[in-house]
């Protein structure tokens, strides 16, 4: 890698910078002195370079500002960043003569990175081993944050992104995922490591477990036998080990949330659901239930990725013990060396990779179970609907029945409407016989009345039964003029009732028209 990309790099790196420079520093000094520790605050150069010079083992351990439960801690608005400035940094990496590529390996979130290494020599010729790693973290711990706060969160709503963190809602927990970038130089004479932390500083039992892991294992309080020196690797497998653990706590902390999902779906299960209503309630819980089994199987997904990282890295240590030991020893690659025995492997780095290799079973075992909650969860929710469906077919047979009744009083009232209409249409037949023999009637009458009266009694003539024909012509006159008159009548009256008809028609036409041409 070029200086230029290098630079870019670090000032992408930048943004989790402090402006304030508060590093750890761990140091075993030569010839069986002891350990001894400082903080580096960018202005006691002189005095780290000094205890760098005794030193047989130096690392540094830069981490978030951790927050202790002492009250009257002053948190500074800075707490996520990273407790070192960038010309802090930049002068560590130049001291320790860190590779450029272990700035990258800090950015490669998505993607990450195993065990790299390269072997050169110093500024006397003599041989150097430089190796660097980024170890994937994923830690679990009781939920820091309110619901309300969970609710309003982005990160919240998109637990699906395995790089982020889940919340795990029935145990109230919460899954962070992290990053332990480390870089190891080994020389002749001395070790020099830096690691740098990106754990959250408000979860200190994480945050500083790699410094006092480092601790214990440099200061020799670790167990080894009587005036063996600590193993090179020690140091990397006791900070290894310790991410599997915080690993098994992981995977055991999804384990809790999936079978709690269970449980509460097999219980949901044997309910009697008598409503024939949608229940809002338990549709909403059975789509919580169904996202948060959807992001654990996402997240379960990176893990067999970043468990395989983890794997890799220890593998690569042990093998990379070889080179180290020849580093220690003084010689190079390149020259012709007698051939030495081959180190021991270290017993913790075989321990890492057994763990890793049965977290990996336990990672592909949740999985299934993930696969069988979210099997669990379709069946209950397709129940439910079922039963919906079988009570509101229930429903629908009430009410067929009911309009199957209608129907029938619906048949017999038009019966009865028919039997009127046929009484109706016999009484009409019988109006107009008695309105026919009326309009006979009435005339005849009429003018039997008035050729009753007493100044026709005195015509002879009129009184002589031959004269009936008179009586009956005038009758018969007099009802023709009444039939004609009521015949002309009725067929004005259809004409005027026509032409009103056809009026409207033409209107409702012509309002068509109008529409149809605009």
């Avoid at 304030?20 to 001894?36: N, P, Y």
């Avoid at 969160?153 to 919340?167: E, F, K, L, R």
């Avoid at 549709?283 to 970043?306: D, G």
Wanted: proline share 4%; glycine share 4%; hydrophobic share 40%.
């Amino acid at each position: 890698m070029s200086v230029d990309e290098a630079t870019k790099e670090m000032t992408q790196l930048e943004k989790h910078f402090s402006k304030q420079t508060s590093v750890k520093i761990l140091a075993r000094l030569r010839d069986h002195a002891g350990f001894s520790e400082m903080v580096f605050n960018g202005q006691n150069s002189s005095d780290f370079l000094e205890l760098v010079k005794k030193s047989k083992f130096t690392a540094c351990f830069i981490n978030r500002f951790i927050i202790t439960p002492d009250t009257s801690q002053e948190i500074p608005k800075d707490k996520k960043r990273l407790r070192v400035s960038g010309h802090a940094l930049s002068w560590l990496l130049t001291i320790f003569e860190a590779s450029l590529s272990f700035v990258s390996s800090m950015l490669t979130l998505e993607s990450p990175e195993g065990l790299n290494s390269c072997g050169l020599t110093d500024k006397k010729g003599r041989p150097v081993y430089t190796c660097w790693y980024t170890i994937p973290v994923r830690t679990a711990s009781a939920c820091l944050d309110k619901d309300g706060t969970h609710a309003l969160s982005v990160a919240s709503n998109t637990q699906v992104d395995s790089s982020g963190y889940m919340h795990l809602h029935s145990i109230d927990h919460d899954v962070r995922p992290s990053r332990i970038s480390v870089h190891c130089r080994y020389d002749s004479k001395s070790c020099a490591m830096i690691c740098v932390d990106f754990q959250d500083g408000r979860l200190p039992e994480f945050a500083e477990e790699p410094y006092n892991r480092a601790r214990e294992a440099a200061s020799g309080e670790s167990p080894r036998p009587e005036g063996k020196e600590p193993d090179p690797l020690d140091v990397h497998a006791t900070l290894l080990l310790r991410c599997a653990g915080w690993w098994y706590n992981t995977l055991y902390q999804v384990k809790r949330q999936l079978i709690h999902s269970e449980i509460t779906l097999l219980e949901e299960s044997m309910k009697r659901v008598d409503s024939i209503e949608p229940d809002l309630e338990a549709s909403a819980r059975h789509l919580a239930q169904k996202k948060m089994i959807h992001a654990i199987m996402s997240h379960l997904q990176r893990y067999f990725t970043e468990l395989g990282v983890l794997k890799q890295i220890a593998a690569d240590l042990q093998s990379a013990d070889t080179d180290i030991s020849r580093v220690r020893n003084g010689s190079s690659a390149e020259k012709e060396t007698p051939i030495i025995e081959s180190p021991p492997k270290n017993p913790h780095l075989e321990i890492l990779i057994k763990r890793v290799s049965a977290l990996e079973a336990f990672t592909k075992e949740l999985d299934q179970k993930a696969d069988t909650v979210m099997n669990l969860l379709t069946q209950v929710v397709n129940w439910r609907n079922d039963i919906l469906l079988v009570n509101g077919g229930g429903l629908t047979g009430k009410l067929l029945l009911s309009s199957r009744k209608q129907a029938t009083a619906s048949r017999m009232v038009m019966l009865e409407s028919q039997q009127m209409a046929r009484d109706m249409r016999k009484d009409s037949t019988s109006m107009k016989t008695i309105a026919l023999l009326t309009m006979f009637f009435l005339p005849a009458t009429s003018f039997a009345a008035v050729l009753s009266m007493s100044f026709f009694n005195q015509q002879e003539w009129l009184n002589d039964p031959g004269k009936v024909w008179v009586w009956v012509i005038l009758t018969a006159l007099s009802t023709a003029l009444s039939v004609v008159i009521y015949t002309l009548s009725t067929r004005k009256e259809l004409r005027k009732e026509l032409r009103k008809n056809l009026g409207g028609e033409e209107a409702e036409l012509e309002s068509v028209d109008i529409i149809l041409g605009s």
